[in-house]
């Protein structure tokens, strides 16, 4: 009876913790996806290029730190890509490129759609 009692506790750690990170994550990914429609693209649509730069810096920074606790439950060729992605946007947002800037924020928002809808409990996400 004690075994039984220990594994019910340790499967609610698990399952609470893992709880707790969907929630913190949801908020986290929903805001980096209004960071970058409402705030980002924006600028890139202004040529704005200084403030699209900034805000960008603060969502890779935002991401680094989201990351280190991501790593622990999802998938790291996921979160590697979304990284690559925001590289990849840093640089167009550096040479002036508005359609290619626009063009990988639009991607990384999908991806970031992804990850969000890939974590969630779902029939498909089970089987």
Sequence with gaps: MRSFIISIALLLIVVGTWLGFDIYSEN???EY??????????HIENENWQDAGSALEKLQKDWHEYRKYAEFFLGTTE????????TKSRSYIESAD???AASELSYLKEQIRFLDLDENISAGNIL
Excluded: F, H, Q
């Design 33 to 42: 996806i209004d960071s970058i429609e409402n705030e980002i693209m924006l």
């Design 28 to 30: 986290e990914l929903n």
């Design 79 to 86: 979160l590697n890509e979304i990284s690559y992605t925001m």
């Design 98 to 100: 508005a359609a290619g």
